[in-house]
């Protein structure tokens, strides 16, 4: 079993809306046209009722119903109508039950992991929030594509995995490559910036890497954030329990207190 055989089963791949894969890549890209990817968003009806849902959702707290994109944009702004599109797009991207995982509960975890990676993020200069925030929501999309290819397989790792083993080793073991390698070469299929291929490729262990990706330590540093979170840690306990190495690859200089503060006080948006 390789990677490319996974991507080869075109039917079973998750399928992210053509509008979403340009946004993502616009994050990267500054003189993108984004009245015309606004206009694309518009013109799919399954996102854009999604969207609007979301901006009406008790999460934003608007005064009164919002009906359109164009006034979703008015009233929450691009970047933010930016981040919704990507997280209903990539939410929506697999249509009914996959085997062997909870597609609402991965869902949700891929997005606080998001949230908590824009926090980092607004504490250093190396990355910038709203990639942060995609890198954190598409940061396990290789997990998802094992279930979807190979599902056997895949909870065969799970098992093993609860029963106390690496999950990278048990991923080794089963396919010889792990889920951030298959992710990643997914991310490559769908033409996304390097950047974040890269950060997919790298988070489970940044610094072992010869070029470690700054983002790459956002995510993993969020993961750790967010599991810490899960058992109950203080924000001081978070904070003592940072691995101060990813902490500077990331470029996080000083606020780590105030990063603990605001996961432990989290609401995440839940997407699904």
């Excluded at 015309?36 to 934003?60: C, E, F, G, H, Q």
């Excluded at 009906?67 to 991207?93: H, Y």
Aim: with cysteine.
């Amino acid at each position: 079993m390789n990677i490319s055989e996974l991507l080869a089963q075109k039917d079973k791949l998750p399928n992210v809306p053509e509008v979403v894969k340009e946004l993502i890549q616009v994050l990267s890209d500054d003189k993108a046209d984004l009245d015309l990817i606004a206009t694309k968003v518009a013109r799919d009806p399954t996102l854009s009722v999604k969207i609007l849902r979301m901006v009406n959702s008790s999460y934003y707290g608007l005064p009164r119903k919002v009906n359109s994109i164009d006034e979703a944009i008015v009233r929450i702004g691009f970047d933010r109508l930016k981040i919704l599109v990507i997280s209903s797009g990539l939410s929506g991207s697999v249509s009914g039950e996959v085997e062997g995982l909870d597609v609402k509960r991965f869902w949700n975890e891929s997005f606080e992991t998001g949230e908590i990676c824009k926090i980092i993020a607004k504490k250093t200069k190396a990355v910038e929030p709203d990639v942060a925030f995609t890198a954190g929501i598409i940061n396990n999309i290789g997990r998802l594509l094992l279930h979807l290819t190979t599902p056997n397989r895949a909870k065969a790792v799970q098992t093993m995995v609860d029963e106390g083993a690496d999950r990278n080793q048990a991923e080794l073991d089963r396919f010889q490559f792990t889920s951030p390698e298959a992710g990643a070469a997914l991310l490559e299929e769908w033409k996304l910036p390097t950047e974040l291929c890269v950060a997919v490729l790298q988070h489970r262990a940044p610094l072992e890497h010869a070029e470690p990706s700054p983002l790459a330590a956002v995510i993993c540093l969020a993961k750790h954030l967010m599991a810490a979170r899960k058992k109950g840690a203080t924000a001081k306990e978070m904070v003592d329990g940072m691995s101060l190495p990813l902490i500077n690859l990331a470029g996080v200089k000083e606020g780590l207190g105030d990063i603990a503060d605001q996961v432990v006080n989290l609401e995440p948006m839940k997407m699904v």
